[in-house]
């Protein structure tokens, strides 16, 4: 079977949006600044749009903070046509979530369950406050499984009644745009996922190195 070019159905649906002449409500969760830079300057010039910033999953409430400060700045000095919603900070819905999957390595099932946690949070506020599409910043990511992203957002569409936008935002050269705006505004770009797993395996890399 071949796999799914969820950049290529974006691109049909951002036809019929331009072909209707009606802006979208998109709900847009968002993990940093720099992952947000590149679908913000993309998605703007076809739907209205409102950040999502709800992160459990980070390992302390600076880390917390700093994300979500970047986040406020860059839309402020890009000047993006935005609204941001930002969520309190609670890991203890990021542990339960993984609770029984601790161990297991970076890439596998509990960046699904985190995946899924954030997303599913999102998909919740997109649908009790009327838009019309949620999606998630995470596909830029060349670390993050866009199918599996793609696939829990197709899940949860259809449990809470509200249009999932596929996505690959590393396409189209969508991750090295990203690297360059974060250079442009000086972003702050953190060099693990944010959670306390992926530190861990960060620094016993550093370690063994």
């Known amino acids: 079977m071949n796999k ?3 950049q290529r159905e974006l ?3 951002i036809k019929e949006i331009e072909e ?3 802006r979208p409500k998109l709900l847009l969760h968002v993990c940093c600044a720099p992952c947000s830079s590149y679908c913000m300057e993309y998605l703007t010039k076809y739907f209205d749009i409102s950040l999502f910033f ?3 999953n980070m390992d302390c409430k600076e880390e917390y903070d700093k994300r979500k400060d970047e986040l406020s700045r860059l839309v402020k000095e890009a000047a993006f046509p935005v609204k941001v919603v930002i969520m309190p900070y609670d ?3 990021y542990l339960d979530a993984v609770k029984g999957l601790e161990d297991i ?3 596998g099932e509990r960046c699904f369950a985190c995946y899924e946690l954030r997303m599913r949070k999102a998909a919740g506020y997109a649908s009790q406050n009327g838009f019309d599409y949620f999606t998630t910043s995470l596909s830029i990511s060349p670390y993050k499984n866009a199918e599996k992203i793609n696939e829990i957002g197709e899940r949860l569409s259809a449990e809470y009644g509200v249009k999932h ?3 690959d935002f590393k396409k189209k050269n ?3 745009r990203s690297i360059e705006l974060s250079k442009e505004y000086d972003l702050y770009r953190q060099d693990y996922c944010g959670c306390v797993f992926s530190k861990k395996e960060r620094e016993k890399k550093e370690t063994d190195n």
């Open 20 to 22: 209707s002449g009606i």
């Open 11 to 13: 691109d049909g649906i």
């Open 174 to 176: 969508g991750y090295k």
């Open 54 to 56: 709800y992160n459990p």
């Open 105 to 107: 390595r970076e890439g």
């Open 165 to 167: 936008l596929p996505s």
């Open 4 to 6: 799914r070019d969820f």
């Open 91 to 93: 890991p203890q819905e």
